[in-house]
């Protein structure tokens, strides 16, 4: 088990450029749409193990592209500088995370534009949703071109985040963290994009689900005191955010939030108890674990912990 072998490129040369799509990406046909190289640039960075690869790009001037890949990609981009079409559909990068299955895929850029990718070979995706799902096999559907609700797209920028991060920090060489980001982005990617042909498979199974639950708890407790919410609950245990809130909710009633509010009011009911009993300390205390003040607490206090009472004084 290996990490990312990363690359970087840059050129203003239309023939270099198209040369190395075709590596990452085989497009089958690429334009430019001026007399030249004038106004065209391109540069690159490329991270893959030969199942994932994540590409962040930076282009400028007016180009088509045209790809046929044989892989499942998804992309956002930083301006309405970029576009794409299939068939009758057609949007901006911007709206939302769009989805690439295998198959015809046109691409226009007119002016400057920062890309960011990721890309599964199909074989890859299977058999890595297969694991996530605790299931045998996998077989994958053509899913839909973006995120199938408003809620489902607010996934992929929390996942997006946490690829970027590793990705743009040189972190993803380590295997282990590479195997992580991988069950991350493949659960979000077939849930969001309806990537699995059967309903029933979009569920992780029984024992991954407590799993994901014990391993989110965990999480809480370590780090309630730091201003986290339940999408970074969800990104530290690799599964997207409303399949945990779903086992939240079964396990124990409990929201991601609320289970994360009630961590918070007891880990500053504890530390109120060795300090000072004076509302100057308390008030520095409550606000260290995210409330923004003692009178926003105590009401909180009572209603969770009410057997447990503060002695503060006057």
Do not use: C
């Not at 990721?118 to 053509?142: I, K, N, S, T």
């Amino acid at each position: 088990m290996s990490g990312l072998r990363v690359e970087e490129f840059g050129s203003g040369h239309v023939d270099e450029v198209e040369a190395v799509l075709r590596g990452v990406g085989a497009p089958s046909w690429f334009q430019v749409d001026r007399d030249g190289d004038d106004g065209f640039s391109f540069a690159s960075t490329v991270g893959t193990d030969g199942e994932l690869l994540l590409a962040r790009y930076a282009v400028s001037g007016s180009w088509t592209l045209r790809a046929e890949p044989d892989l499942f990609l998804v992309a956002t981009a930083s301006s309405n500088a970029m576009r794409w079409s299939k068939g009758d559909e057609r949007g901006f990068f911007t709206d939302a995370p769009v989805h690439f299955p295998p198959g015809r895929n046109d691409v226009q850029v007119d002016g400057s534009v920062e890309l960011f990718e990721v890309q599964f070979q199909p074989d890859a995706l299977a058999r890595l949703a297969a694991d996530a799902h605790g299931v045998e096999h996998v077989r994958l559907g053509a899913g839909v071109r973006l995120p199938r609700t408003p809620r489902h797209e607010q996934y992929w920028p929390a996942v997006l985040h946490f690829a970027r991060t590793l990705f743009d920090g040189g972190l993803l060489s380590n295997a282990h963290l590479l195997a992580a980001l991988k069950s991350n982005l493949v659960v979000t990617m077939l849930d969001g994009f309806s990537l699995m042909a059967e309903r029933r498979e979009w569920r992780l199974s029984s024992s991954g689900a407590r799993t994901a639950y014990r391993q989110a708890t965990a999480f809480i407790e370590e780090e309630a005191s730091r201003p986290i919410a339940g999408t970074d609950v969800a990104a530290a245990v690799g599964v997207p955010f409303a399949m945990l809130e779903d086992e939240f909710r079964q396990q124990s009633g409990l929201t991601i939030a609320e289970h994360l509010r009630r961590e918070r009011v007891v880990g500053a009911h504890r530390e109120l108890l060795r300090a000072e009993p004076d509302r100057g300390t308390a008030e520095a205390v409550v606000r260290r674990w995210g409330f923004t003040s003692l009178a926003t607490y105590l009401p909180l206090h009572a209603s969770l912990l009410p057997d447990r009472p503060l002695p503060l004084e006057p």
